[in-house]
Each structure stands twice: as structure tokens, then as C-alpha cells.
């Protein structure tokens, strides 16, 4: 997770339109993104949980849609045509 100095300021509403596949929500002083396709199972008391790495989070806007554009690069076949 970044907060970048110098990117643009982002309103939520802008990254929500931007990122129609991702669930944005606020909570504990941090924008969260969770994508559609985000999957999460239980791999015992030696992995614990582990996830698909659909999901990231920003301490505003910008920096939300700055680390899910860097998620994006990292899983282009989820996201993007």
C-alpha cells in the first residue's frame, strides 16, 4: 500500500466508475477494493488463509486507484480486455 505524492486528487465517486468490477469500501481510515472475481479459501493450520490476490486498499482515493492500477498490471486477465 503507497500514498503517493503529486497524484492527481481522485474523488471515491471517479475511482467507483472507473473500477466497476471492484466492491470500494471505507473502513478504519482506508479506502478497500475487493474485485468480483476475489476468492479466499482456508489451507489448514499450516497456509491458514490464503486469497487469489484480488484486493487492495489506499488511504484516499488516488492512492487506491494508484495500487489498483499496479494490481491490474499484476492480473491483466481479470480485469481489463
Known sequence: MTDIPGLPDFTIEQVK????????????????????NYDASWEGEEDGWVDNGLSTSGRTPASLAAELEALITDHPHFNRP
Open 17 to 36: 466508475a472507473a473500477y466497476p468490477e471492484w466492491t470500494i469500501t471505507f473502513e478504519y481510515g482506508y479506502w478497500n477494493a475487493i474485485h468480483n
